[in-house]
């Protein structure tokens, strides 16, 4: 069956669903909590769609690489740069300035399809929350254009050894780039997220569907009943999966199968009201994905709290609405040299608005001094200072620091990054002690009993036990715990305080939670608009998980006093009483005691400790046992 570029309804109805499903998860909408596959089933349509365009050019002799190129640069380009130029003048009003640097370089990178190697590059513990990533879903272009950039010369490449050979090495390839994805992400998740190699499997898949749909032809006609059992693949994976799954992966076969499914038996729709409407959402469904999330990135800016359902709906139907402006007035307008505006040709427009957002990215990254509006008399919690207190937090704390040297007594710190702000609380407040720091990954809670998600469960119990298996446990003359605390699980942290006692002799202490805030310290501090000190606390602590860590703060102390776990040495110290800090800020100093949503800066780690001196002063004169040294 020859190959030709006719155009498909049922396409745009497939890209419809696909956008539809991101943008409701990137609502938070739970009923499609794995509605990030739509992306995956883009890469499915994309694969497909050059894949048969270019193969088709090609049986007829027609096929240009340079042409290709120039329309996929028309096509792509143009509500791309618009896109990155909106969003960086309406980030010069809702972001704060200690984020504009990075967003500049976002930008730029983003306009070369490289923005999924910054987010690779800027992965870590401190990772930026994704409400401050205005531009964050552009990863998915910048592996998409990476893909158009290559699979044309592979292409062009195998057709002129044959078929045969052309569909064993896109097998090969795909089955090659899925068994990567699968075995690798337990070692590097994000890698496997961001980077093309991991996600070639799913453009294959749409290759696959391309030579299926030739060798079938129009096929039995009940055979086309399979593309609805497609629909349903794509749909209810994206109901069940959720992000506890490794993806991409073996799981992503399933939206992968369900649309190749619809696309080598071609669903037949009638022409109604609502396949008209899913039509025109298929065809501006690359607008709508650019522009829905910088909409919800800036919502959720100026709101700092969840998004209510009216938000919600209201946010949908804007994001649908400018999609469509998009793409009438952006992409029709350039994709084609025919219906260019005359006075404003793509050659003209795209270098000059290219040549302003690079200009406007580059001045967000050197304006780190700029003071908020109405916030000018405070110390501007800046960019850079961000940085330094991100490397002082581990470079000053690893396990080889000067900082946890101290006299024979030996005190051993485990718990995930907050157990670092126990650390320096202490260290800071005339503790001589010598610390030894048991880090725990971010991906477990109550130190390896608990997962964040369910696929860590088995790394956490192993992390757990190889703990709770070491030799330093006999020699401790104390044991300080401290962890993040954002799930309550009481079973699980008893039995390991348990397990644990039974490897020591010596007191151990449970530091309960702290306070953490729903937003970074520079956007609450925006978010304010004051510059009194005592006004900005008072803001960010309605902004914070105050109340309900309360709550779990009062569970453990009730576990620790009815579990009669004082009796046997396993004592609680509350954080969120007379020995917590509950500000972001000091009032009479004008320095930060948070550097994000959770951490301490080293004043404010200095203050917890200081707290905590004055309620528990025995904590800070613990005594050798052992004789050790």
Known sequence: MPLTHSYRLDISILRALAVILVVLYHLDYSLFQGGFLGVDIFFVISGYLISRNILADVQQCKFDLATFYVKRIRRLFPALVVTIFLTLIAAYFFLASANMPRLGKVAGSAIISLSNFFFLGEQGYFDADVTLKPLLHTWSLGVEEQFYLLWPLLLLLLSKIGRKVMLTVAIVVGLLSLVAAEFYHTANPNMVFYMLPFRLFEFICGFLAVFMQSALGDGNKKLQLLSYLGIGLMIGSAHLLDSSVSMPGLFSMVPCLGVMLVLVFPLHIKETHTAALLESIGKSSYSIYLVHWPLIVFCKLVKIDDL??????????????????????????????????????????????????????????????????????????????????????????????????????????????????????????????????????????????????????????????????????????????????????????????????????????????????????????????????????????????????????????????????????????????????????????????????????????????????????????????????
């Open 308 to 629: 209510v359902l009216s938000e919600q709906i209201a946010l949908f139907a804007l994001s649908v609405l400018l999609g469509i402006l998009m793409w009438k007035f952006v992409e029709q307008k350039f994709r084609y040299k025919e219906q260019e505006i005359r006075w404003l040709p793509f050659k003209v427009a795209m270098p000059v608005l290219t040549l302003l957002v690079l200009s406007m990215g580059y001045f967000y990254t050197i304006q780190k001094d700029k003071e908020e509006a109405g916030i000018s008399e405070i110390a501007i919690l800046k960019e850079e200072n961000i940085e330094d207190e991100m490397k002082r937090y581990w470079q000053d704390a690893s396990p080889d620091s000067p900082i946890l040297e101290g006299d024979d007594s030996e005190v051993i710190v485990m718990g995930n990054s907050h157990a670092v702000d126990l650390i320096y609380a202490f260290k800071l407040n005339g503790f001589t002690s010598t610390i030894v720091s048991m880090p725990t990954t971010h991906l477990c809670y109550h130190f390896g009993a608990t997962a964040v998600l369910p696929k860590n469960e088995k790394k956490c119990v192993k992390m757990s036990n190889n703990f709770i298996n070491r030799k330093e446990w006999k020699t401790a003359d104390a044991i300080f715990l401290h962890d993040h605390w954002p799930v309550e699980d009481l079973v699980g942290l008893k039995r390991f305080l348990l397990e644990l006692k039974k490897k020591t002799d010596a007191p151990i202490y449970v530091f309960g939670p702290k306070m953490v805030f729903k937003s970074t310290i520079p956007q609450l501090v925006k978010g304010s608009g004051s510059d009194d000190p005592e006004v900005i606390n008072n803001f960010a602590v309605r902004y914070s998980d105050l109340e309900k860590r309360l709550v779990y703060d009062k569970k453990l102390l009730d576990l620790f006093l009815k579990s009669q776990l004082n009796s046997i040495g396993i004592h609680y110290i509350s954080l969120l009483g007379d020995a917590g800090i509950k500000k972001i800020m000091s009032e009479e100093t004008l320095e930060y005691y948070y550097f994000d949503k959770s951490h301490l800066t080293e004043t404010g780690a200095s203050k917890l400790g200081s707290l905590i001196k004055q309620e528990h002063p025995a904590l800070f004169e613990i005594k050798n046992s052992f004789g050790k040294r």
